[in-house]
């Protein structure tokens, strides 16, 4: 049995029949094609997959593609406008956020509702906002310092 | 070099290979897609030792959308060859799938390939295979007693091999005429590494060329091809190809040749059809390389002045239930040579017992043998200093080696020849930066309002760039320990490098440009850094044991020397001036005393390839190849230090401040060596006080997701201080040492001694890491009683 999904993936609309029990990871990752929402883990602990979802930052394999029917969905390929990076990219590349990149997208996509949420985030602000990321490559040291750049560097609206 | 203009090396320059990271353009090995694709499954053994009975896949092919279904009896391949050898040891066959016995949970039995990853898995579950469960034992001591349960036939009581380094009756004298002697019980425990990207293939052949290429989240590409082309497929090197494109971290686990990615290329050419695997997190936990997992017993002795004299380490290494590609190094070449750490240590003596247990197999992780050897020095040090009731640093600063810059090594008693230390300043930094002294007072107040901050003091050496290929082989290597670098000059002057090394996360796509750039003086955006797929690349060793830099970027300087000489003649024959009249600076060649008579770079390398007034007798082009086997291995150091506040009511650790100076030798990219600063930091905390791979008597992996193994987070840690001294290394051109392992190395023993030192009030003097909460609340309450 399939189902119909209609769902808006960085301001383009997708429709397909897919199996209920498709994860909405591997619906962006193999059947839309995009592949920077990463999968790191099977027990939703590690963040790799967050994208957001009707502005929430949500991780994708927790969420099955027909729960995102009729969703507005931005993935990190959606974050860059007009081939700008957007601050909190440009403050990973700035700070020395990322090593191996594979936790990035995750975390990128993690930050943006942190600093939703705390526009001027405290240091322990973004530690606690960022447990459900893990990062075996920077300790976390460089993924705060790239947030507070974009929070001292905010995007023009 | 570059003069006149700034130079590249030692700069912080943003790493070139961030872009694609940042917005979701890595490629990644899951990320490949083929047409035509088929996904794999595996069946895996949910016992830690059972004999192996029937194996029915009926149902499982009958189940939609499945291919094939694979077990032991299909699959005729080589078994996983172990690439190192020591005295006498016994190495138990390792078949690609088990065969007549499965010996630890998660070793893979068959494996299904479907047209969906989904389908697959559906049909993994189908499959039914019937087992007679046997007695297992997964601790490596108790591997050893008497009536353990027997792993195979032909190896009694599990024992792989005993090794020993050191002397054994000079260690026995100097234990004798000690004034003090301390004695410790070290339980260093199993790490499992997680890497952040899970390990996945794509195996491809094509039946049009008979060329098989392999995708593969590989720390070393060629060594992945030798090994599988040579030992497992036997295929002719030639008609395999391996690429490790964007690999999400290695920390050791992705050095190795596994079980799935062997079975995926028989697949391949036997269905025609790619096949792609890729590990869950939960297969990652059970079949990656473990680290790790000493049983150790160890002793100090010290004269009556506090003098260390003597080290006597017994360590039982669990190796798992068969030998991973380079698992007798770890606990013998890696560790017994870095028991004399920045310590005059005059007698030492370690035996190490390897044992199979069924448990996954045990390799490098992240520091591999050398965070175990100076964990227990470590933890000795501090022991003495708490008997002998004296300060942790001053103990170590009595007995750290003077210093050695001049060129001439320091030889330890065991094996090791140092190349350069200094090691009193680092440690004097550490203890400036910390506030040492103030910290010290702190302690003292609070402890009399009940509250309990401690202090952990490191000074540790760190083994980088194993070498020479000679020197290993003579100790058991089954590979040379060189790097290969490669530098084609363009007729424009623009560069490829072709490196050996292979780039993880340490962003070799900079500093290896950095490197070229700042030797010839032209943009970096004129330096092009390939690595990671063996047809581009003459053969490579890879990345493992901080190499990259020492000897990786070595190699390449050494090319780059060589198109640069090169370049001088032609220069020198089209400016009709000697050679040794040249100056080269900003990129160009100029005549001495005449500047303004120049031969720029790309114009050198224009006519290099036009080739129409050149030197008589010179071959045109202009590229270069460096095999570079160093004469020895670099000897980075430094010291920690931790506070830490461990509430006794709770158990609970906090981290108030950690500070690491470490002398790497010089430093290309210091925001990059920061970096691994940083994360090495992390990992050493994460053993000191949360992961623990935990098999239970019987072998069952109680620690096999995310939710059961606490990787450290972002609000359990703080923010790190940093900094540096200078020693550069005499062994490699650029005076380069290697940073990749040292924040692991240092940084468990100093929060695990600090966090002792929190609790010496109450007269606790040891816990066995992890020291989680619960473990320190039981500890002080014991201690309370």
Redesign the interface.
Known sequence: MKLPVTVTINGQTHKHEV?P??LLV?YI?ETI???????????S??G?CTILMNGQAVKACNVFAVQADGANIT???G??KNGD?HPI?QG???K?G????????GM?MASYQLLERYPNPS??Q???Q??G????????????KAIQWAAEHPAQK | MATGTERLFGKAI??R??????????Q?V??V?LPGMTYAAFVRSPHAHARLQRIDATRAKASPGVIAVYSGQDVQVGGLPCGWMLPDIKVPTRPVFASGKVRYVGEPVAMVVADS??AARDAAEAVSVDYEPLLAVSDGKRAHAQGAPQLFDEIPNNRSFYWTIGDKAATETAFKAAATVVQQPILNQRLIP?????RACVASFSQGTGELTLWVTSQNPHVHRLLMAAFVLGIPETKMRVIAP????G?GSKIFVYNEEVIACWASKTLGRPVKW?A???ESFMNDAHGRDHVTEAAMAFDKSGMVTGLRVSTYANLGAYLSTFAPLIPSFLYGPLLSGVYKLPNIFCEVWGMLTNTAPVDAYRGAGRPEATFLLERLMDRAARELKQDPAEVRRRNLIPKFTGGTPYQTPVAFAYDSGDYEPALNRALEMSGYAAVRKEQEVARRNHRYIGVGVTTYIEACGPAPSAVAGSLGAGAGLWESGAVRVHPTGAITVFTGSHS????HETTFAQLVADELGIPMEQVEIVHGDTAQIPFGMGSYGSRSACVGGSAIVKSVEKVKEKGRKIAAHLLEASEKDLDYADGKWSVKGAPDKSKAWGEVALMAYLAHNIPAGMEPGLEATTFYDPSNFTFPFGAHVAVVDVDVDTGAVKLLKYVAVDDVGKVINP??V???V??????GVGQALWEHGVYDPDGQLLTG???DYA?????Q?P??DTDRTVTPSPVNPIGVKGAGET?TIASTPTVVNAVLDALSPFGVTHIDMPLTAEKIWKAVAAARK
């Open positions: 199996e029990r498709l591997h990752r094609g995009l592949t920077g929402t990463h999968v790191g883990c099977d027990t602990q590690c790799a993935t990190i390929e974050l860059a990076l990219q990973f590349w700035e020395h990322l090593q191996c990149g594979f936790c990035t997208p990128i240091e322990e973004i530690r606690h960022l447990e990321n893990l990062c075996r490559c920077t300790g976390y040291h460089n993924i705060v | 943003k790493r290979e961030d872009p694609r990271f940042i917005t979701g353009r890595g990644y899951d990320d897609k990853p989904y997680n890497a952040m990207e899970p964007d690999v999400g971290g920390f890729t869950d997190r939960r993880h996360g340490q962003g925001m990059i920061d970096g691994m940083h994360g090495g930091i992390a990992q997701s995310m939710m990787l450290p987070k972002a609000d840690l923010s790190y924040g």
